[in-house]
């Protein structure tokens, strides 16, 4: 684990700068606060009856965040779609967010275009290109900086997503949330950016990733938790270069576990992670309890966070932050650069062929 102490010969390896990234999400936060002063919607948005919101990969993290954390609030069905094609129930009375860090994800520029035709409440959320020219035409949008991510990559964005996506929920009333909210959030992000950043020696998001070498990971949560499931996953996906897969409870406790067993190298192949929180239903909490016990019969590795913020907003927060040092750590201890993204890049060119 001494790499991760070492500031010098981390960055050796990291050459585009993911963790000044990792430790500038609170100053994102407060920079897209910034970009949204003289954001507004028409009137008229705040009539929906039901919202999609289009995004891929990065760009799709904030609405699965926004949607566990908002599940019980949220009045109005939320879909998110991460496909070329908007769902047949979609008219003028849906709000379609148009997601898309660069402002150019070919799905959610098709997305746009159908939305139009169906006549649909649109807003573009965006740092440029496309969607930005989409906004400066007419169409209404929150176009953000990005001085605060260094290394330039959509998943590491979050901090201008989540809460650019926050503030359009907002803006339309389909949830209550105050700049005294905001900035409790950003306290949070800098409490555990300390707990669980280089300089700190010794903390669980150094210890789980010594514990990830040659393993898989499954990452379990539930409820307000269930989006940050998927955001671990996507980062370890794209920062750790390594398989992770989210599951939710309670379903996961319907098929999963049954899938322990074989092959019988998932005892040294798999490490899961759960994140716990007493802000569950006590019957959830009983699952998590239940399932770590048939995880240590079939001899899985696992780690349990505990998630210590008294609000689910919070806790989203404190999970984030967890789970960004975790898949840079991850990446570190492999000797690879976490930010640069070949598989998807080339995937890109050859589309474009």
């Given at each position: 684990m001494n790499i991760l102490n070492n500031r010098s010969a981390i960055a050796k390896i990291d050459t585009q700068k993911m963790l000044g990234t990792i430790e500038k999400l609170s100053a994102q936060i407060i920079e897209v606060l910034g970009s949204a002063k003289n954001f507004k919607l028409p009137v008229s948005y705040k009539k929906v009856k039901n919202v999609v919101v289009a995004g891929m990969g990065g760009s799709a993290l904030p609405i699965r965040i926004i949607k566990s954390v908002y599940r019980s609030a949220l009045k109005v069905p939320v879909e998110i779609l991460n496909d070329y094609h908007l769902p047949g129930f979609v008219n003028k009375d849906t709000l379609v967010i148009l997601s898309?860090?660069?402002?150019?994800?070919?799905?959610?520029?098709?997305?746009?275009?159908?939305?139009?035709?169906?006549?649909?409440?649109?807003?573009?959320?965006?740092?440029?290109?496309?969607?930005?020219?989409?906004?400066?035409k007419g169409m209404p949008g929150l176009i953000f900086t990005t001085l605060?991510?260094?290394?330039?990559?959509?998943?590491?964005?979050?901090?201008?997503?989540?809460?650019?996506?926050?503030?359009?929920?907002?803006?339309?009333?389909?949830?209550?949330?105050?700049?005294?909210?905001?900035?409790?959030?950003?306290?949070v992000v800098e409490k555990y950016n300390k707990l669980y950043g280089?300089?700190?020696?010794?903390?669980?998001?150094?210890?789980t990733a010594v514990l990830l070498k040659n393993?898989?990971?499954?990452?379990?949560?539930?409820?307000?938790?269930?989006?940050?499931?998927?955001?671990?996953?996507?980062?370890?996906?794209?920062?750790?270069?390594?398989?992770?897969?989210?599951?939710?409870?309670?379903?996961?406790?319907?098929?999963?576990?049954?899938?322990?067993?074989?092959?019988?190298?998932?005892?040294?192949?798999?490490?899961?992670?759960?994140?716990?929180?007493?802000?569950?239903?006590?019957?959830?909490?009983?699952?998590?309890?239940?399932?770590?016990i048939i995880l240590t019969q079939n001899n899985i590795a696992q780690v349990e966070y505990m998630l210590a913020e008294g609000k689910p907003l919070l806790q989203a927060f404190e999970a984030l932050v967890f789970s960004s040092y975790l898949s840079y750590y991850s990446a570190i201890l492999e000797g690879v650069d976490p930010t640069p993204i070949l598989y998807v890049d080339f995937f890109k060119k050859q589309l474009k062929k």
């Open positions: 898309s860090y660069s402002g150019s994800t070919e799905e959610v520029l098709a997305v746009a275009k159908e939305a139009q035709k169906k006549k649909a409440k649109i807003v573009a959320i965006a740092s440029g290109s496309n969607l930005a020219e989409m906004v400066k605060n991510n260094l290394c330039g990559q959509p998943r590491m964005g979050l901090g201008y997503a989540i809460i650019g996506q926050l503030l359009i929920f907002s803006r339309v009333g389909l949830i209550n949330i105050s700049n005294k909210d905001l900035y409790e959030v950003v306290k280089v300089n700190t020696k010794e903390n669980l998001a150094k210890r393993r898989m990971m499954l990452i379990m949560a539930a409820e307000h938790l269930v989006g940050n499931a998927h955001a671990a996953a996507n980062q370890m996906n794209e920062n750790g270069k390594r398989l992770a897969v989210p599951f939710s409870l309670p379903e996961l406790n319907h098929h999963l576990l049954e899938g322990m067993k074989f092959p019988t190298s998932n005892e040294r192949g798999i490490l899961t992670v759960i994140f716990n929180s007493n802000l569950y239903d006590a019957r959830v909490l009983k699952r998590v309890a239940i399932t770590r």
